[in-house]
Every structure is written in C-alpha cells, then in structure tokens.
C-alpha cells in the first residue's frame, strides 16, 4: 500500500472511531455536529448513524462522517453530519433539526454548494452515483469532470446491471462483486437521483434554499477504511484503498471547484 494511503486511511479511521452511530445522545449532547470554514462549500452526511426511517431502523453509513470532515479539513470548508444515533432521518423528512440547521449554516457563511454523502453496498454495480434530480439540483456547477480526472469511469445508466439480489438480501459480505466496478460513476441513475421522489437534503438545498446541491452515493468499496464483523451485519470488511483515497480526492477537487 502506497505510504501516502496508509496516512489517509489511519485519518479516516480515527475520525471515524469519534461518532457513536449505534448510541442516542445523553442529555445535553447532540446527535450531529458541524464544522464553520472560509470556503463556500458544505459537506452533509446525514446517514452517518443508525437512524429512524418511518418505525424502521436504518443502518448508519459507515466512513461518510469521517470523509465529509477529512475534506471538510482538507479544503477548508464547512460540514454537518450526525455523530449518534436518531430519530429523525433528514434524507426524509421535509423538515427537521438536521435541515434548520443546515440552512443556517449556508445562510450564515455564504455557502454556494452542498455536496450530500451517502453510502450504498457494493451490489448496485456502481462505485459512485451522483444524484443531480436530472441537472436541476446542481445548477451551473459541473459535479462530473472531478471525478473524472481522478480515476472514474461515467457509463451510461442502462448499462448498469440490476443490483445483486442474493439470498439474504443486505446479508451479504460487503465486498461481493465490486472489483469490477469500483470505479464506475453514474450519473442520475433512476434509484439515486438525489431527490425526484423523496425530501432529501440535496432536494430540500435545491428548492428551499435556492442554490445548488448534489448527492454523492458511495460504493462500500470506495468508502469503508475498515469494519468489524458486528451481530448486525458479520462480515469484516475491507475497502480498496486507491478507490476510498480516489474518492477523497475527488470530493477535495468537487469542494474547490466554485
Ligand atoms: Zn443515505
């Protein structure tokens, strides 16, 4: 492993040990936490703990906390992204405290662009899916072209196969399948649109607030530094470390582009 990897990866994984995704918050504390930069841009993970989605439990997204704070650090901008466990899920619901304070946030420090992470498994053939809701989201900044330049492949999004659907569903290793299409981007695929059905944080900046957004789905693969086997999901898992220190980088690039 390249040395400059083993860096990240050991920054990623410490900034991810920080977040309590299984825990509620004790009295006093908050179940998501914010960092004020110069820049215009705000990293979001609203998915980074377990949370409540409709009476049902959702599984956090492992590493989107520590990424959106390593870029966050890294170019000088600002970041919201929960740190405990919630009942309250802001990809969801049209409103709620994940949202407000968003939207205090842009509005306080002039923020021009929300970049919204979110991790999916390895079985939807995808190692990134930008989500746009077909352009209207991300207005005049072009979200492609930085994943481009570091190592992503756009394919069209009816030569995506059908997500894996294997015998026990999400019960599956992590890594299943994603050697071939770690570095495959897909740009509005109908599952990941950032928004054309549901109130999603990339659709509330859109509408709401008026300036642009885009949802970044990642691929375990170019995502999770490392996870142990837990009761929830038994599987250790490793993801590919040119694919996660690929996708800092380009998140770095998309961050610095306006
Ligand atoms: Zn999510």
């Not at 662009?113 to 991790?119: A, I, T």
């Not at 991300?138 to 992503?152: A, C, E, M, N, Y």
């Not at 495959?184 to 695929?189: A, F, I, R």
Request: proline letters at 5%; one cysteine or more; aromatic letters at 8%.
């Amino acid at each position: 492993m390249a040395e400059n990897h083993r860096e990240l990866l050991a920054f990623l994984l410490d900034l991810e040990s920080r977040i309590s995704p299984l825990r509620y918050p004790e009295s006093g504390q908050s179940w998501f936490e914010t960092i004020v930069g110069d820049g215009d841009v705000l990293l979001s993970a609203p998915h980074a703990c377990r949370h409540m989605r409709d009476g049902a439990e959702k599984m956090g997204e492992e590493y989107t906390a520590a990424l959106v704070q390593y870029v966050a650090h890294a170019t000088g901008n600002s970041a919201i992204f929960t740190c405990r466990k919630s009942d309250e899920d802001p990809n969801w619901l049209a409103t709620g405290e994940y949202k407000s304070m968003l939207a205090q946030l842009v509005r306080d420090y002039g923020i021009r662009l929300v970049v919204d992470l979110h991790g999916m498994t390895n079985r939807h053939h995808m190692g990134i899916a930008l989500g746009t809701i077909y352009g209207a989201a991300s207005k005049d900044v072009d979200v492609v072209p930085p994943f481009l330049r570091h190592g992503f492949e756009r394919v069209a999004v009816d030569t995506v196969a059908p997500p894996l659907e294997l015998p026990g569903g999400i019960q599956q290793s992590p890594g299943t399948g994603a050697e071939r299409h770690g570095f495959t981007l897909v740009v509005d695929h109908p599952r990941f649109t950032g928004g054309v059905r549901n109130q999603t944080v990339t659709r509330f900046v859109s509408e709401q607030l008026g300036i642009a957004a885009v949802q970044v789905e990642i691929a375990s693969v170019n995502r999770i530094v490392h996870r142990a086997s837990t009761t929830d999901w038994p599987f250790e898992y490793r993801g590919n470390p040119t694919g996660i220190s690929a996708t800092v980088d380009a998140l770095s690039e998309l961050a610095g582009v306006i």
